[in-house]
């Protein structure tokens, strides 16, 4: 069971990353301090500290006595990999060993749980940002072949054929009521897919702070992603602009700016004014692991089957 210190280490962790990815935080850039944490987290100094020397250990902080605590100077950018991933990689293969599989042939043998079958996706939302986004992450991240149907085209009762042809239906938890019976009707799996926790609180941060700037390729996420982020306090400051119709040379050159992938086709060469973030996957952990779940459990039902036929 994870302790309190787990529990902070792995908050702050996600913190550091995520400011490192979106160009929030740098190398050598200051963090907050012990006691500012003690009042944010409501727990003991000692575990925050404990916590931070448990980041220290991996590389990814530096504790400098009597100055503070900052983002280690390597952290993440230089591409090496960090000390806990090589951890990570090592304890992979031990648990490979104890199960009977030799570290050599563990990797051929999630090549095959991962890659065996030919799976398809049918990603449904109601905006091309987000089909985009959803069609972009399970083709790049999890190796499926996708299709995007708007949702719009399922509302008159005749189902694509790409929808029926599909071994799996992904939406997001605005659709899934609508999207439940037709998986139900064609027999097929069903995952709602979640926002990362960590990408939701930086932006909810940043909001705290100023206007974060979102250009779009659709105008109904544009309407939309005020809902997205109804629980920041701040979400006056969200300010969606839609390529092709705003403006984009007025942004503020210190703004944050996200730019959604189905916009970026639609930029050419134009450079962007502000602190443009780079893109980043956006699916949860549950998420994650549901969708790999589905995928590893279809490859060896498909091994399963195969190696009966050969027997």
Not at 77 to 84: A, D, H, I, R, T
Not at 167 to 176: E, I, K
Not at 192 to 215: A, H, I, K, N
Request: proline letters at 6%.
């Amino acid at each position: 069971m994870a302790t309190r210190r787990d529990e902070i280490a792995d908050t702050l962790r996600r913190r550091v990353l995520i400011g490192l990815h979106f160009g929030t935080l740098h190398p050598g850039d200051r963090l907050p301090s012990v006691r500012v944490l003690e009042a944010e987290l409501k727990a003991d100094p000692r575990v925050i500290l404990a916590a931070y020397r448990r980041l220290e250990g991996e590389g990814l902080v530096e504790l400098r006595p009597r100055s503070g605590i900052y983002v280690a100077p390597t952290s993440m950018v230089s591409g090496e990999m960090l000390p806990q991933t090589s951890e990570w990689v090592v304890d992979v293969l031990v648990q490979g060993l104890g199960r009977g599989i030799p570290a050599i042939e563990l990797p051929e043998r999630m090549r095959r749980c991962l890659e065996t079958l030919r799976l398809r996706a049918a990603c449904l939302e109601c905006n091309r940002d987000q089909i985009t986004g959803l069609c972009t992450e399970l083709h790049q991240d999890y190796g499926l072949e996708t299709h995007g149907t708007d949702i719009e085209a399922l509302r008159d009762g005749d189902i694509p054929h790409e929808v029926r042809r599909a071994d799996l239906l992904v939406t997001t938890s605005f659709h899934a009521a609508e999207v439940q019976p037709i998986a139900k009707e064609l027999g097929k799996p069903l995952i709602v897919v979640s926002l990362r926790v960590d990408f939701r609180e930086e932006v909810e941060r940043m909001l705290t702070q100023g206007p974060v700037y979102f250009v779009v390729a659709d105008p109904r996420f544009a309407a939309k992603l005020p809902r997205i982020f109804s629980s920041a306090s701040t979400v006056a400051n969200l300010r969606p602009l839609v390529a092709g119709q705003d403006d984009l040379t007025q942004l503020p050159d210190s703004a944050p700016v996200y730019v959604m992938q189905a916009a970026r086709a639609l930029l050419d060469e134009l450079e962007l004014p502000g602190r443009v973030m780079p893109a980043m996957r956006v699916f949860s952990v549950e998420s994650a692991r549901e969708l790999l779940t589905f995928i590893i459990k279809s490859n060896a039902a498909a091994l399963l089957a195969r190696d009966s036929a050969q027997a």
